[in-house]
Nanobody, 120 residues
């Protein structure tokens, strides 16, 4: 079991920056792949960025070059640095922990979400 708590959301003007943090507890953080997802009103939840247990990253095309995901296994934390924010980045952002066990059981845990609003 993993508990995830996001922080760092808020209101920012277009072109601004925000840094989201996700603190994890309850299990061995380092074995999980971590991701940030977002869901805008009326839209499906989508993957924004992910980082594997080994540190490999991938990003949605829409945020590539603007967002950076990172993790600190010593602090059980994953962060999302968001630069050059656009109004279309407005959404609730969710932290996710994911792993597949040796017997192929999938474990997925979610935080409660944090609102990011990009508006002038």
């Amino acid at each position: 079991q993993v508990q995830l708590v996001e922080s760092g959301g808020g209101l920012v003007q277009p072109g601004g920056s925000l840094r989201l943090s996700c603190a994890a507890s309850g299990s061995i953080f380092s074995i999980y792949a971590m991701g940030w997802y977002r869901q805008a009103p009326g839209k499906q939840r989508e993957l924004v960025a992910a980082i594997t247990s080994g540190g490999s990253t991938n990003y949605a095309d829409s945020v590539w070059g603007r967002f950076t995901i990172s993790r600190d296994n010593a602090k059980n934390m994953v962060c999302l640095q968001m630069n050059s924010l656009k109004p279309e980045d407005t959404a609730v952002y969710y932290c996710n922990a994911h792993r597949r066990s040796i017997d192929n059981t999938v474990y997925d845990y979610w935080g409660q979400g944090t609102q990011v609003t990009v508006s002038s």
